[in-house]
């Protein structure tokens, strides 16, 4: 449990074979980069690029300066592997309808 002089949040980190959640005590003033850094989850993943990472707090992507609340989840964005934007234009471009939930209509079972 946090002290008066802390904070307590989180910081999460998922990939298709592991996901993680750290809980830390932190002070009042720390910004989303240093909570990064403190939790040792750069060390535990090194995949993870400190010069390009992409990281939000329960779901909104924030800038590494953004100071903590009492209770913030900070979470760590893997990049895209494909653009969805691109993944749609070719499947236009194929011919291929999509159904609810995303797969084509046009598949054969």
Same mark, same amino acid.
Do not use: H, N, W
């Given at each position: 449990?946090?002290?008066? +002089?802390?904070?307590?949040?989180? =910081?999460?980190?998922?990939?298709?074979?592991?996901?993680? =959640? /750290?809980?830390?005590?932190?002070?009042?003033?720390?910004?989303?980069?240093?909570?990064? +850094?403190?939790?040792? @989850? /750069? +060390?535990?993943?090194?995949? @993870?690029?400190? +010069?390009?990472?992409?990281? #939000?707090?329960?779901?909104?992507?924030?800038?590494?300066?953004?100071?903590?609340?009492? #209770?913030?989840?900070?979470?760590?964005?893997?990049? /895209? @592997?494909?653009?969805?934007?691109?993944?749609?234009?070719?499947?236009?471009?194929?011919?291929?309808?999509?159904?609810? #939930?995303?797969?084509?209509?046009?598949?054969?079972?």
């Amino acid at each position: 449990m946090a002290s008066a +002089e802390q904070i307590s949040i989180e =910081v999460a980190y998922a990939r298709p074979d592991e996901q993680i =959640v /750290l809980k830390l005590d932190v002070a009042p003033d720390t910004s989303m980069q240093q909570a990064i +850094e403190q939790s040792g @989850i /750069l +060390e535990r993943f090194p995949e @993870i690029d400190p +010069e390009k990472l992409k990281a #939000g707090i329960f779901g909104k992507l924030k800038k590494l300066t953004q100071t903590l609340q009492q #209770g913030d989840r900070v979470e760590i964005y893997r990049p /895209l @592997i494909a653009d969805p934007k691109q993944v749609r234009k070719e499947r236009a471009a194929a011919g291929k309808r999509m159904k609810k #939930g995303g797969g084509s209509l046009d598949e054969t079972s």
